[in-house]
């Protein structure tokens, strides 16, 4: 092998420690299968205080207190914490970066109580990304690549272009930045840029600003060596148009060259049907009869009634615009015609949930719904479900169509993003792993639903759909070969 690489991964959301959504998943898996690869790397984080010190062994690590950090006029400190993620071959490193103004809150970008975005968003992810440049020069390890993701990083390609352009720690190391999802910008008023620290000239249509704001996405996508997003399709599309690419598809087209899409992989570990402590009864594709004694125990904590003649729809799903259950609330009642349950677990906007309270009302033997967020009932749903619905206007890789294939639980999605590549349309004859549609259009979700539902009545083209996408390898060994292979081109000299 040649030499093996450092790299320092950054991100705001890693799992177990924080999650809002598929960046936490992305930001444990991918470093993990990088480490079994043979290569070192490190994570950085913030230390929010709802991290537990305990439960997670957090360390103090001496050589890294009280690190001065400028943001503004201000200099804060920064304390370093360091923990592990734990692999089937290695431990991956993670270090907290802890600052009580910034940090020592309940949420992770927003305040629990009201859902409303923190304020100070823009010096929080200031602090963390000069923090983490600070955080490295003080510890003396240089990687060879920084690696951050989304816009809560997006600082550090500049800073160190900027900042830090003459330091000769930084000088040989390359940045990739990987967007999860173009929706997400940090977008501020222009009266932040100055609490950056960065020069005036970064301020520009070629850099920082975009209509008229100072956007740290675009910063990112502006200086980053390389960037990378998490599907090819959706690679394509951010550079096509401004429904997906939010208004910087200009850029990203300017870009085309440095943009790679990589799919996203699943941690097989956590998503494992025969190995997960979650789902009532564990079982495999040999043992796929199993199944049924999750779905069993799913309608009975909802109290609804099994019968092995109508399927179950599961979902997980954020309430929010992208996932497209503005279609689920038109089609559903038509949907329930057909016999099936429909199991929700999802969070997010009041009024949708409100909407789906109100068919719940009026159909409870049929719908069952849980708003918040719930790891354990996720696994139970992804087992306990025939079908997975994922209706998204835009899903930059998505990760639930993967769980649920692995768990032999048939999706249902709109053709876009990483669900167009990851899920290929049923053919007669038992050929394909799940359903899709095209046209974001209630009329179509349904008739997809429906189509399903006919499927499910021949249980023996069902089961091979089944055994179809359980026999998918969706680990990310192949994506984190990928990955190495783009960090080795953008180290050429
Ligand atoms: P996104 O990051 O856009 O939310 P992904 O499909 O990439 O979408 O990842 C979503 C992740 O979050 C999955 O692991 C999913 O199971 C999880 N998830 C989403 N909503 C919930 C919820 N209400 N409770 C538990 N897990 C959830």
Redesign the pocket.
């Known amino acids: 092998m040649s030499k093996p690489l450092n790299i320092l991964f950054v991100s705001s959301e890693v799992e177990p420690f924080a999650?809002t959504?598929?960046?936490a998943?992305v930001s444990s898996a991918l470093p993990r299968a990088i480490k079994d690869l043979g290569h070192e790397i490190r994570i950085v984080m913030p230390r929010y205080r709802f991290i537990s010190e305990r439960r997670f062994r957090l360390h103090d690590i001496i050589r890294l207190k009280d690190i001065p950090i400028p943001v503004g006029d201000s200099v804060h400190n920064g304390n370093v914490k360091s923990s592990f993620i734990m692999n089937l071959k290695e431990k991956v490193q993670v270090y907290f970066l802890d600052n009580e103004t910034f940090f020592g809150r309940e949420g992770v970008y927003q305040n629990p109580a009201n859902k409303k975005d923190y304020k100070d968003n823009d010096e929080r992810f200031i602090f963390f990304a000069r923090g983490v440049l600070e955080t490295l020069k003080r510890l003396g390890w240089q990687p060879e690549v920084i690696h951050c993701n989304d816009w809560q990083t997006g600082l550090i390609p500049v800073m160190m272009k900027t900042i830090y352009k003459h330091d000769p720690f930084f000088k040989n190391i390359k940045t990739v930045f990987t967007i999860?999802?173009m929706a997400y910008q940090g977008a501020f008023p222009p009266d932040s840029f100055k609490k950056s620290g960065l020069p005036d000239e970064v301020f520009h249509h070629n850099g920082a600003e975009a209509y008229g704001k100072f956007n740290f996405l675009k910063t990112a996508l502006s200086y980053a060596d390389s960037i990378t997003t998490v599907s090819e399709k959706y690679a394509r599309e951010i550079c096509e148009s401004t429904e997906f690419g939010a208004g910087l598809e200009g850029l990203l087209a300017h870009r085309k060259r440095d943009l790679h899409g990589l799919l996203n992989g699943i941690d097989p570990i956590t998503w494992d049907p025969s190995n997960d402590n979650f789902i009532f009864r564990k079982y495999d594709a040999k043992s796929i009869e199993a199944k049924a004694e999750n779905k069993k125990a799913l309608l009975k904590r909802f109290d609804m009634e099994y019968d092995p003649q109508r399927p179950v729809i599961g979902a997980?799903?954020?309430l929010v615009h992208?996932k497209g259950f503005d279609l689920v609330l038109e089609s559903l009642e038509e949907m329930l015609k057909s016999g099936v349950h429909f199991v929700m677990?999802?969070?997010g906007d009041k009024e949708m949930e409100a909407k789906f309270e109100k068919l719940h009302k009026k159909h409870p033997k049929q719908i069952a719904l849980v708003f918040?967020?719930?790891?354990e009932?996720?696994h139970m749903i992804e087992a306990g479900s025939d079908m997975f619905l994922m209706p998204s206007r835009y899903e930059p890789?998505?990760?639930?169509q993967m769980?649920s294939m692995r768990y032999g639980t048939i999706p249902i999605v709109r053709a876009t993003g990483g669900l167009d590549d990851t899920v290929e349309d049923y053919q007669p004859g038992g050929k394909g792993t799940g359903f899709k549609f095209e046209a974001y259009d209630h009329h179509e979700l349904l008739k997809t639903v429906q189509r399903a539902v006919q499927v499910y009545q021949k249980p023996e083209e069902w089961k091979k759909l089944m055994r179809n996408g359980m026999a998918m390898d969706y680990s990310w060994e192949h994506s984190a070969k990928k990955y190495i292979a783009l960090y080795r081109d953008i180290l050429k000299p």
Do not use: P, V
Request: proline share 0%; charged share 20%.
């Open positions: 999650k959504g598929g960046l998943d999860h999802n997980i799903t954020r992208q677990l999802a969070s918040g967020f719930d790891e009932l996720a890789c998505g990760l639930n769980y």
